[in-house]
């Protein structure tokens, strides 16, 4: 089969700019692709990297789509270099565009990101009301003392039952993380608190990958990998390395859904399926593999909604030169 390929490249500023370990982010960029094939039937796909997370750059993800020819085939599809996975995901799902049903999960099954620091305070409340039962909080950002204190506050003032995530983005040192879980452990064993303490994300940069190990081994509270397992070929060595604790995916720069999709059967592991602040280009086909893929029952990190103006115009209007 071959595709009559376009691509669009696009800019969105976030309506409240995503603090994080990382630094600050305001604009996503990216770029929206549509494969036309030969009966007519068309695809959109989505290319959405963060290279400061392990993907690739904009710049190489552009370059890649400049130097395709207009006709591409299957082979092409499939053969992406691994060095390149946003490119992979955004062609894959293309590809696959529209191929299975596939229906909208209700909030219930979403996880909201709060802002970070005290701004999450003031935040969940609104979550709530939309339907949100699980949060996530960004820590590592401010002094720990600070955000321990904060925290105290939050897990009083969240309702019953509800579930927190607590992201570090590989910013404490050792001893903080220690801090983190000996504070989350306190928290489990006592039997007041209705609020569920879910896990801790990357809580050491990814070089530390020994060290996650290690504390996995002596707490309870539960360790999420995000950063370290960005894509395939990481999430393989990790598990190889012996981590059976929680893996969080990102399917917009992980690379090939088919590939992810054999490896999850084939060593079934615990999944988080997590937002990259896609469009809902992105978001249809990474949500429909989260759907697919998702053990435990743990909620979708894609409830991000709140970051973005509404997309449906601008999605149109990108296009509507075409
Ligand atoms: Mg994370």
């Known amino acids: 089969m071959t595709y009559r390929f376009q691509f669009r490249p696009y800019r969105r500023r976030f309506v409240r700019s995503l603090t994080?370990?990382?630094?600050?982010?305001?604009?996503?960029?990216?770029?929206?692709?549509?494969?036309?094939?030969?009966?007519?039937?068309v695809g959109w796909g989505e290319i959405a990297p963060?290279?400061?997370?392990?993907?690739?750059?904009?710049?190489?993800?552009?370059?890649?789509?400049?130097?395709?020819p207009e006709k591409i085939t299957d082979e092409i599809i499939l053969s992406i270099p691994d060095e390149l996975p946003a490119c992979q995901f955004g062609f894959e799902s293309a590809w696959e565009w529209g191929s299975e049903f596939?229906?909208?999960?209700?909030?219930?099954?979403?996880s909201g990101l709060?802002?970070?620091?005290?701004?999450?305070?003031?935040?969940?409340?609104?979550l709530w009301q939309r339907g949100y039962r699980t949060f996530?909080?960004?820590?590592?950002?401010?002094?720990?003392?600070?955000?321990?204190?904060?925290?105290?506050?939050?897990?009083?003032?969240?309702?019953?039952?509800?579930?927190?995530?607590?992201?570090?983005?590989?910013?404490?040192?050792?001893?903080?993380?220690?801090?983190?879980?000996?504070t989350c452990d306190n928290l489990k064993?006592?039997?007041?608190?209705?609020?569920?303490?879910?896990?801790?994300?990357?809580?050491?940069?990814v070089e530390q990958f020994q060290g996650i190990l290690e504390l996995s081994k002596s707490y309870e509270t539960a360790i999420a990998l995000d950063e370290s397992v960005a894509t395939l070929k990481q999430l393989a060595a990790?598990?190889?390395?012996?981590?059976?604790?929680?893996?969080?995916?990102?399917?917009?720069?992980?690379?090939?859904?088919?590939?992810?999709?054999?490896?999850?059967?084939?060593?079934?592991?615990?999944?988080?399926?997590?937002?990259?602040?896609?469009?809902?280009?992105?978001?249809?086909?990474?949500?429909?593999?989260?759907?697919?893929?998702s053990r435990n029952n743990r909620a979708i990190g894609f409830g991000i909604d709140h970051f973005f103006e509404q997309e449906d115009t601008w999605l149109q209007s990108l296009w509507n030169d075409l």
């Open 20 to 41: 994080t370990n990382h630094g600050i982010w305001d604009v996503r960029e990216g770029i929206i692709l549509r494969l036309t094939d030969e009966s007519g039937k």
């Open 50 to 68: 963060i290279s400061w997370f392990g993907s690739e750059t904009l710049e190489q993800a552009l370059d890649f789509c400049g130097q395709l």
């Open 102 to 110: 596939f229906s909208m999960p209700n909030p219930q099954s979403f």
């Open 114 to 126: 709060l802002p970070s620091g005290e701004a999450a305070l003031n935040q969940w409340g609104t």
């Open 136 to 182: 996530k909080w960004k820590i590592g950002v401010y002094a720990i003392a600070n955000e321990l204190k904060i925290f105290e506050s939050l897990i009083h003032a969240l309702p019953a039952f509800t579930k927190l995530r607590l992201d570090a983005n590989g910013g404490l040192t050792y001893e903080e993380a220690k801090l983190w879980l000996w």
């Open 189 to 205: 064993a006592n039997a007041e608190l209705a609020v569920e303490i879910e896990f801790i994300e990357q809580p050491l940069p």
């Open 238 to 293: 990790c598990y190889q390395q012996g981590w059976r604790g929680i893996f969080v995916i990102k399917p917009g720069i992980v690379g090939s859904p088919s590939r992810l999709r054999k490896f999850c059967h084939q060593y079934k592991i615990d999944t988080v399926f997590s937002s990259v602040f896609e469009t809902a280009i992105a978001r249809l086909a990474a949500l429909q593999l989260a759907a697919e893929l």
